[in-house]
């Protein structure tokens, strides 16, 4: 099958997919059957283990930290991701120099995305003429079409403004190409609004579950799901403000996969005759609803090393919360602390476990906080106790899984901004350094300042300032995609290099 796709995917960008089905190649191997439009599907239209999405958007948000001393092994260990940590709107092309070619290290998500696209519409047009069982076309089809959703709502997400921007309308903001089919003959796509991005994702998420739920297929957790189709659908109409309808796909995935780890039990260590180390996010979680992408994707160059979990994140974290005791962060013991370079370290995506095979998972935890804050958020808008009591209930069934039980306290009803202010604080904890949830929330919030520490040298401190509303909160796109197509233009950046305050 490797020429099979090594043809394919020579070929498609010239003559289209339809055409192509109709050429022959001299091996005689053109996709024909379901089965292989189905591996088509799963080794070019779907992230990996050595596919890197945006692992930049770890070195980005208010959970990261960079750190300087004598324990620093190298000084490449803080320089080679410093334009990223320092919100440098050129920070693409810096990394070309100090980490490689962009697409290597991941900071291409712009051709990542679309190469994934192209994975999928080979397989969403393919499918139904292809020769195999009904039940088979369906149920990838209905996978294709997720992935599908997936991929143009992250790049609406990284590369325009938010859909809930408070100046204007989505319909009115500048969006991302969509890409619906497999033929790649126009090389000039142009943009589509905002709008017109997010109501292509849900008509594919809606194709999407209509398949998926004729059979609600029990899957491995590196397949598309149904319920990993009513996840996304939650999270999409989260970033809408639908909240209904975050109410009702969040609610599908809790009667059906109401699981959350007790993190009394959670031991990463299970066997101390070979004590490799679990991570959490892994497919032997039982929260794991997908599993997928590369175990680098949280680990950008000196990620662990000169920069890790930052003095703000912990200081959110309350006595008895457990992801503060050796699951999620770690603290280095004080005979080992001369030697060490930062006082804590994330562990949610370290692991040595023959399990941690890929590096990004959704979650059921997920559910409980998009229909919590979903809750909340009518109770805003309504003063529905009801809908408080039922976002409350969320909240705390998910707390008493991450707490001691000897210290959790359930939370009670308060004034609706204070609650939605704890609901917005529980999920930062929860989906630390997780699938870029914390920078995307922060969009959402209104894209509010934020201020990153940097030491060049051991001995002096620089403050890097992200101000509300700035640019830099809208990803650049690549130069060299941009060569290929100019007709995209480049999104708005601060024009010339951040200084320090």
Same mark, same amino acid.
């Given at each position: 099958?490797?020429?099979?796709?090594?043809?394919?995917?020579?070929?498609?960008?010239?003559?289209?997919? *339809?055409?192509?089905?109709?050429?022959? =190649?001299?091996?005689?191997?053109?996709? *024909?059957?379901?089965?292989?439009?189905?591996?088509?599907?799963?080794?070019?239209?779907?992230?990996?283990?050595?596919?890197?999405?945006?692992?930049?958007?770890?070195?980005?948000?208010?959970?990261?930290?960079?750190?300087?001393?004598?324990?620093?092994?190298?000084?490449?260990?803080?320089?080679?991701?410093?334009?990223?940590?320092?919100?440098?709107?050129?920070?693409?092309?810096?990394?070309?120099?100090?980490?490689?070619?962009?697409?290597?290290?991941?900071?291409?998500?712009?051709?990542?995305?679309?190469?994934?696209?192209?994975?999928?519409?080979?397989?969403?047009?393919?499918? &139904?003429? =292809?020769? @195999?069982? %009904?039940?088979?076309?369906?149920?990838?089809?209905?996978?294709?079409?997720?992935?599908?959703?997936?991929?143009?709502?992250?790049?609406?997400?990284?590369?325009?403004? !938010?859909?809930?921007?408070?100046?204007?309308?989505?319909?009115?903001?500048?969006?991302?190409?969509?890409?619906?089919?497999?033929?790649?003959?126009?090389?000039?796509?142009?943009?589509?609004?905002?709008?017109?991005?997010?109501?292509?994702?849900?008509?594919?998420?809606?194709? =999407?579950?209509?398949?998926?739920?004729?059979?609600?297929?029990?899957?491995?957790?590196?397949?598309?799901?149904?319920?990993?189709?009513? %996840?996304?659908?939650?999270?999409?109409?989260?970033?809408?403000?639908?909240?209904?309808?975050?109410?009702?796909?969040?609610?599908?995935?809790?009667?059906?996969?109401?699981?959350?780890?007790?993190?009394?039990?959670?031991? !990463?260590?299970?066997?101390?005759?070979?004590?490799?180390?679990?991570?959490?996010?892994?497919?032997?979680?039982?929260?794991?609803?997908?599993?997928?992408?590369?175990?680098?994707?949280?680990?950008?160059? @000196?990620?662990?090393?000169?920069? &890790?979990?930052?003095?703000?994140?912990?200081?959110?974290?309350?006595? @008895?919360?457990?992801?503060?005791?050796?699951?999620?962060?770690?603290?280095?013991?004080?005979?080992?602390?001369?030697?060490?370079?930062?006082?804590?370290?994330?562990?949610?995506?370290? @692991?040595?476990?023959?399990?941690?095979?890929?590096?990004?998972?959704?979650?059921?935890?997920?559910?409980?906080?998009?229909?919590?804050?979903?809750?909340?958020?009518?109770?805003?808008?309504?003063?529905?106790?009801?809908?408080?009591?039922?976002?409350?209930?969320?909240?705390?069934?998910?707390?008493?899984?991450?707490?001691?039980?000897?210290?959790?306290?359930?939370?009670?009803?308060?004034?609706?901004?204070?609650?939605?202010?704890?609901?917005? %604080?529980?999920?930062?904890?929860?989906?630390?350094?997780?699938?870029?949830?914390?920078?995307? &929330?922060?969009?959402?919030?209104?894209?509010?300042?934020?201020?990153?520490?940097?030491?060049?040298?051991?001995?002096?401190?620089?403050?890097?300032?992200?101000?509300?509303?700035?640019?830099?909160?809208?990803? !650049?796109?690549?130069?060299?995609?941009?060569?290929?197509?100019? =007709?995209?233009?480049?999104?708005?950046?601060?024009?010339?290099?951040?200084?320090?305050?």
């Amino acid at each position: 099958m490797k020429k099979l796709y090594l043809l394919a995917f020579a070929v498609i960008p010239f003559v289209g997919c *339809k055409k192509f089905l109709e050429e022959r =190649s001299q091996y005689e191997i053109i996709p *024909k059957t379901t089965k292989q439009f189905s591996e088509i599907l799963y080794t070019e239209g779907m992230p990996g283990a050595n596919t890197r999405l945006q692992p930049y958007l770890t070195l980005m948000d208010d959970d990261v930290q960079a750190f300087n001393g004598e324990n620093l092994p190298s000084d490449a260990d803080l320089t080679n991701s410093a334009p990223a940590y320092q919100w440098q709107p050129d920070f693409i092309e810096l990394s070309k120099s100090s980490g490689g070619s962009v697409v290597s290290n991941g900071m291409d998500s712009w051709s990542t995305y679309y190469k994934l696209l192209l994975g999928a519409n080979v397989a969403i047009q393919s499918l &139904d003429g =292809s020769q @195999g069982d %009904l039940k088979d076309k369906i149920q990838f089809k209905g996978e294709a079409f997720a992935a599908r959703a997936f991929y143009h709502f992250m790049l609406v997400n990284l590369f325009a403004m !938010p859909y809930n921007d408070s100046t204007t309308t989505p319909d009115k903001l500048q969006g991302i190409p969509l890409r619906l089919d497999a033929n790649l003959s126009d090389d000039s796509p142009q943009r589509s609004s905002v709008k017109a991005v997010y109501d292509q994702v849900i008509a594919d998420l809606d194709s =999407s579950i209509q398949l998926l739920e004729q059979q609600k297929l029990k899957l491995p957790t590196f397949r598309m799901s149904y319920l990993g189709a009513e %996840l996304l659908a939650s999270r999409v109409n989260l970033y809408m403000e639908k909240w209904n309808k975050v109410i009702e796909h969040a609610s599908v995935v809790i009667n059906r996969h109401p699981q959350l780890q007790d993190f009394t039990q959670w031991n !990463p260590i299970p066997d101390p005759n070979a004590p490799a180390v679990l991570p959490f996010i892994s497919p032997d979680n039982p929260e794991t609803i997908w599993y997928f992408g590369s175990v680098y994707e949280q680990q950008p160059a @000196g990620m662990s090393v000169a920069y &890790d979990v930052s003095f703000d994140y912990i200081s959110i974290l309350e006595p @008895g919360d457990l992801r503060g005791q050796q699951t999620y962060i770690g603290e280095v013991p004080e005979i080992f602390k001369p030697y060490a370079l930062t006082p804590y370290y994330q562990l949610k995506n370290v @692991g040595t476990s023959p399990q941690m095979m890929m590096g990004c998972a959704w979650r059921s935890a997920e559910a409980y906080l998009n229909r919590a804050e979903a809750y909340i958020q009518l109770y805003r808008t309504t003063g529905n106790t009801e809908a408080a009591q039922k976002g409350l209930d969320d909240l705390n069934k998910l707390r008493a899984s991450r707490w001691d039980k000897t210290k959790f306290v359930p939370w009670t009803i308060r004034p609706a901004d204070e609650l939605l202010q704890m609901c917005r %604080l529980e999920r930062r904890r929860e989906l630390f350094m997780e699938c870029g949830h914390r920078w995307f &929330d922060l969009r959402r919030y209104g894209m509010p300042a934020i201020t990153h520490s940097y030491m060049p040298t051991k001995t002096t401190t620089e403050y890097y300032q992200l101000k509300k509303r700035d640019p830099q909160y809208v990803i !650049p796109i690549a130069n060299e995609v941009l060569e290929k197509n100019r =007709s995209l233009g480049q999104n708005v950046t601060i024009g010339s290099r951040r200084m320090p305050n």
